[in-house]
């Protein structure tokens, strides 16, 4: 599979809404990241989140995700990132609400979830990868992912909180989205 071509040869870190660059009845999609402590491979769930995954893809062919830290990390439950600002209250200047279904839960390590405000409608860029299962997200957060590919390298990703916390922040480098068409 050969990645899909970026639309910015720079990264982008403000839109006011994201374009449609999915299709999901045609097309399965995959991401590559590549962080400051390896890659890691992502199958996205377009079917079940169709506007989540078009947001992220939208993004990463923006470059928008590269240089972004891991801005927090807590052993046993996630590790976030996606906020250019590295502070958690960053986005890239658009929202879009939550989909849920009750076929995704939080039962599983490696889980790509949307980070959000108490408002259900505040999804934007920031995400979360899980250590494990945290059924307390359930039917809360937009699941739109599954690590198949580098989860060795989440679990490494340096803490942000806890006794093993650093001040060095892990970052991502790049984002890579690839598409397979669906075979009938």
Same mark, same amino acid.
């Given at each position: 599979? &050969?990645?899909?071509?970026?639309?910015?040869?720079?990264?982008?870190?403000?839109?006011?809404?994201?374009?449609?660059?999915?299709?999901?009845?045609?097309?399965?999609?995959?991401?590559?990241?590549? =962080?400051?402590?390896?890659?890691?491979?992502?199958?996205?769930?377009?079917?079940?989140?169709?506007? =989540? *995954?078009?947001?992220?893809?939208?993004?990463?062919?923006?470059?928008?995700?590269?240089?972004?830290?891991?801005?927090?990390?807590?052993?046993?439950?996630?590790?976030?990132?996606?906020?250019?600002?590295?502070?958690?209250?960053?986005?890239?200047?658009?929202?879009?609400?939550? &989909?849920?279904?009750?076929?995704? $839960?939080?039962?599983?390590?490696?889980?790509?979830?949307?980070?959000? =405000?108490?408002?259900? $409608?505040? $999804?934007?860029?920031?995400?979360?990868?899980?250590?494990?299962?945290?059924?307390?997200?359930?039917?809360?957060? =937009?699941?739109?992912?599954? *690590?198949? &590919? #580098?989860?060795?390298?989440? &679990?490494?990703?340096?803490?942000?909180? #806890?006794?093993?916390?650093?001040?060095?922040?892990?970052?991502?480098?790049? *984002?890579?989205?690839?598409?397979?068409?669906?075979?009938?």
């Amino acid at each position: 599979m &050969e990645a899909l071509p970026y639309k910015s040869d720079r990264p982008v870190t403000r839109f006011a809404k994201p374009e449609q660059v999915i299709d999901p009845t045609k097309f399965d999609y995959y991401a590559e990241i590549e =962080t400051s402590k390896g890659r890691i491979g992502i199958d996205l769930f377009e079917t079940e989140a169709p506007i =989540t *995954v078009n947001s992220f893809v939208f993004l990463a062919l923006h470059r928008y995700f590269e240089g972004i830290v891991f801005h927090r990390v807590i052993p046993g439950f996630v590790a976030q990132t996606g906020d250019p600002t590295g502070t958690g209250m960053g986005g890239p200047g658009y929202q879009f609400g939550l &989909e849920v279904t009750p076929r995704l $839960n939080y039962d599983r390590k490696g889980l790509l979830g949307m980070a959000r =405000t108490m408002d259900p $409608n505040s $999804n934007g860029s920031q995400f979360f990868i899980t250590y494990g299962p945290t059924p307390n997200l359930n039917q809360q957060y =937009t699941i739109f992912g599954q *690590v198949v &590919e #580098g989860m060795d390298v989440v &679990e490494r990703i340096a803490p942000t909180e #806890g006794p093993l916390a650093s001040r060095e922040r892990d970052k991502i480098l790049s *984002v890579k989205i690839f598409a397979k068409s669906k075979s009938k």
